[in-house]
C-alpha cells in the first residue's frame, strides 16, 4: 500500500474515532472515569454544569462521592447537605453523608445520617453499621431497638442474630432470645460456619439456664457429629457440667468422647478442675467398655487419669470388668502390668484367684512378680528363667535381675546369670550386676 493511501486510512481512522468519542454522552463520561479512578475529569466535567444547575442533585451527589474520593471532605460534605436539602426522602444521600462524616471522625453526625438513612428504609448493611456504633458507644436499649426492628432480615452469618439474642437477654427478655436462636438456620442447618456455632453455644446457655438440659442434649448429640470440632464440644459440655444435672452432662460427655476419643483424659482433668468431679468420674468409669482393646498406653494413660484423680477403686474396677469377661489374654497382661507400673505388684492381690492361667505363658515375668508377692520363690527362679531377655526394657531387666536375687541364693542366681553369659543372652547392662555377684560368691 503506498503513503498517500495510507494517510487517507489514517485520516479516516481518526475522524471515526473523534466521532466515537463526540457520541458518548456527559453522564458515559462520568461512568467511565469513575470505574477508572478518574475524579479530576469528573470534577472538571461537572463542576460548569454544577454552576449553571445548582440544584441539579445528580450532578450534586456525583460531585460529592468525587470530592470525597480526592479526601476534600468539606466540600464533599457541603455538596451532601445540599444534596439531602433538595431530596430529604432518599436515603443513599443520608447514607453517603454518614460516610463523610465517618472519614472526618464526626461519630455523632454519621450517627445521625444513619439514623436518616435507617428511617428511610435503606438496606441491611447500614442498620448493622449504625449497630455497631450503638454497641461501640454502649447504647444497648438503642443497639436492641434496631436490631429488632430488622430482625427478620438478620443473618446466622456475621454474628447479627447472636448480638440480638445477646441484647435480649441481657435485658431480662430470655424467651425473646431463645425465639431468635431456635431459628432453623442456627439449630439445624448444615453449613457448619463459626457464626453458627457460636449462636449454639450461647442457645445451650440460655436452655441450661433456663432448666432445659434435657433439650440441650437433644440438640447437641448432633452438634457434636456435626462440628467434629473437639474444642467446640468440650465449650459445649463444660457448660452443661457446670450448669446442667450429672445425668445430662454425662450424656453430653458420652457423645463428646465418641466423636472425640482422644481427648477423655484431658476432659477428665478439665471437668474435675472446673468443679464436675462427678462427671469426671463418669468419664473414667465408662472407659473399660468403650476400650475393650486398649492399647498399652492407652491403659497406662487410663491408670494415670484414675491415679491423678485419686480414684483406685475405678482402676480396680475397671480391671474385674475385663477379667469377669476378658476379650484376650493379651489385654489382660497389658493391664496387670500398667496396674503394677502404677501402684505395685500388690494392687494384684485381690484378683489372684481370677487371673488366667494363660497369664504365666504368655507373659513369664508378670507371674514371676506375682509369685514373688505371693512368696512362692521357687516358681518365681523358674518362670525368671523362662523370660526373654532381650524382649524386656532396660528398667524390666534391672527388675528380673532383682527378682532372681531375691529368689534365689546366690549361688543359684549365679548360675542362673553365668548359663546366659555362656549362651551369650545376657544384656551388657546386666554385667555388672553379674560380676558383682560372682565377686561375692565364697569358694
Known sequence: MNTPVRFVFLVIGI??????????????WVAVWSEEG????????????????????????????????????????????????????????????ADLYKKTGDISRQIKMLQQAVALGTKLPRVLELAALYRQGHKAKEELALLSESEQELKVDGGALLRLAELRNDAGDQK??????????????????????????????ILLQSGESAEVVRLGKPWIRQWQNAWLANRLL????????????????DAVVEAHPEIRFYLVRELANAG??????????????????????????????????????????????????????????????????TYGVGSLSPFWADLPPAIIQNDPMLGARIAFDQGNLQLTKWLLTKVDLASLSKSDRSAWVELLVGAAPGADAFAVLRRHMVNGTLPKDLWPKFFQIAGGLEY
Open 15 to 28: 475522524v471515526v474515532g473523534v466521532a466515537v468519542l463526540l457520541s458518548r454522552s456527559r453522564d458515559e
Open 176 to 205: 425473646g432470645a431463645l425465639r431468635v436462636l431456635r431459628r432453623a438456620d442456627i439449630v439445624s442447618d448444615l453449613t457448619g460456619t463459626a457464626d453458627q456455632a457460636e449462636a449454639r453455644l450461647y442457645l445451650a446457655k
Open 38 to 97: 478518574k475524579q479530576g475529569q469528573i470534577i472538571s466535567l461537572l463542576e460548569p454544569r454544577l454552576a449553571a444547575e445548582p440544584d441539579n442533585t445528580e450532578v450534586l451527589a456525583t460531585l460529592g462521592r468525587a470530592y470525597g474520593d480526592i479526601g476534600d471532605y468539606p466540600h464533599a460534605i457541603s455538596l451532601m447537605q445540599h444534596y439531602i436539602e433538595l431530596r430529604p426522602d432518599k436515603a443513599d444521600g443520608f447514607a453517603q453523608l
Open 238 to 253: 463444660h457448660d452443661a457440667a457446670i450448669l446442667g444435672p450429672v445425668r445430662d452432662a454425662s450424656q453430653l460427655a
Open 276 to 341: 464436675s468431679k462427678p462427671v469426671a468420674r463418669h468419664l473414667l468409669e465408662t472407659w473399660v467398655t468403650a476400650n475393650p482393646s486398649a492399647s498399652a498406653d492407652q491403659i497406662a494413660a487410663f491408670l494415670f487419669a484414675c491415679h491423678e484423680q485419686d480414684e483406685r477403686a475405678i482402676a480396680w474396677q475397671a480391671f474385674g470388668t475385663l477379667l469377669a469377661h476378658p476379650p484376650s489374654i493379651d489385654v489382660i497382661v497389658r493391664f496387670a502390668n500398667a496396674m503394677i507400673a
